[in-house]
C-alpha cells in the first residue's frame, strides 16, 4: 500500500511564511502529479497548487505570486512554500499524488491526511 504524510502545518501571523512537505512511501513504482488542496470550514475542497512529473507547475489565482510548489523525485516529496500568508489562507492542507504501485500496471490517486494551516494575529 501507499502512504502520504504532511507536516508543517502550525499557527502564523500573518504576512508570514511557512512550508508544507508531503511524503509518500509504500510499494511505489513511480509517481506522477501531485497536488495541494485545501479546504477552509464550511467550503469545498480546493486546488491551490499542482505540479507534473517533469516539473511542470500551475497555481489557483487566490495564491499566485505567494506560493510556490516543488517536488524531490528521489525522497518522493512534494512541498509547498507559502509566503505572506493571509487569514483567508487558513484550512486543512492536503497533498495528493498519483502513484504506480509495484507489481500493477495501474495508476491510483492517494490522499493524505491534511495538516492545519492557520493564519492569525
Known amino acids: 500500500q501507499v502512504q502520504l504524510v504532511e507536516s508543517g502545518g502550525v499557527l502564523v501571523q500573518p504576512g508570514g511564511s511557512l512550508r508544507l512537505s508531503c511524503v509518500s512511501s509504500?510499494?511505489?513504482?513511480?509517481?506522477?502529479?501531485m497536488d495541494w488542496y485545501r479546504q477552509a470550514p464550511g467550503k469545498e475542497r480546493e486546488l491551490v497548487a499542482h505540479?507534473?512529473?517533469?516539473?511542470?507547475?500551475s497555481y489557483a489565482d487566490t495564491v499566485k505570486g505567494r506560493f510556490t510548489i516543488s517536488r524531490d523525485n528521489g525522497k518522493n516529496t512534494v512541498y509547498l512554500q507559502m509566503n505572506s500568508l493571509k487569514p483567508e489562507d487558513t484550512a486543512v492542507y492536503y497533498c495528493?499524488?498519483?502513484?504506480?504501485?509495484?507489481?500493477?500496471?495501474?495508476?491510483?490517486?492517494?490522499w493524505g491526511q491534511g495538516t492545519q494551516v492557520t493564519v492569525s494575529s
Open positions: 505540479i507534473t512529473c517533469d516539473g511542470s507547475r
Open positions: 495528493n499524488a498519483v502513484v504506480r504501485v509495484a507489481g500493477t500496471p495501474t495508476m491510483y490517486t492517494y
Open positions: 509504500g510499494s511505489i513504482l513511480s509517481i506522477g502529479d
